[in-house]
Structures are given as C-alpha cells and as structure tokens.
C-alpha cells in the first residue's frame, strides 16, 4: 500500500467560477497543481482540503496565473 507524502502549498489562485469559488494550489513538490472548489468556511482549511482531494492540474499552465496568495516556508 502506498503512503500519501506530505505536501504543503507554495501558493494558491482563487478565482470565481459558475456557482462558487475555485482555488488552485501548487505544492512545494511534485509535477502537478491541484485544483478544486472552496467548501469550507476557512481559506487555509480549504487550500489544505484542494492539495488533499482536488483533481491535478498542469503545473505549466497553473504558474501562469495570477498568485492569489503565497506561502512561505515560515509558516507552519
């Protein structure tokens, strides 16, 4: 059985979309971002949820938006 390796995010996009709010997370590793809706009522708990459960996402093409907010290595 494969283990889920921790990734914390280095960034995220949101951005309206149909219905609701849209987020797009790239993590400090990997090839892919990772992206999803904002369903919960906190916006870290949301970024956190996106990187858990959100559908992968070009990395490309996710660096190429606008950076909504950016996460340092500081915090925790």
């Known amino acids: 059985m494969s283990t889920n390796v921790e990734n914390k995010p280095k960034q995220v996009t949101w951005f309206n979309g149909c219905g609701g709010r849209i987020g797009v997370v790239v993590g ?3 090839d892919f971002a990772y992206i999803g809706m ?3 009522h906190d916006e870290d ?3 956190d949820h996106i990187m858990k ?3 992968k996402f ?3 093409a996710a660096l190429l938006l ?6 340092t ?4």
């Open 53 to 55: 459960y959100g559908a």
């Open 38 to 40: 904002a369903l919960r």
């Open 45 to 47: 708990d949301d970024v």
């Open 66 to 71: 606008p950076v909504s907010k950016d996460y």
């Open 58 to 60: 070009p990395l490309d």
């Open 73 to 76: 290595k500081a915090e925790s």
């Open 28 to 30: 400090e590793k990997g």
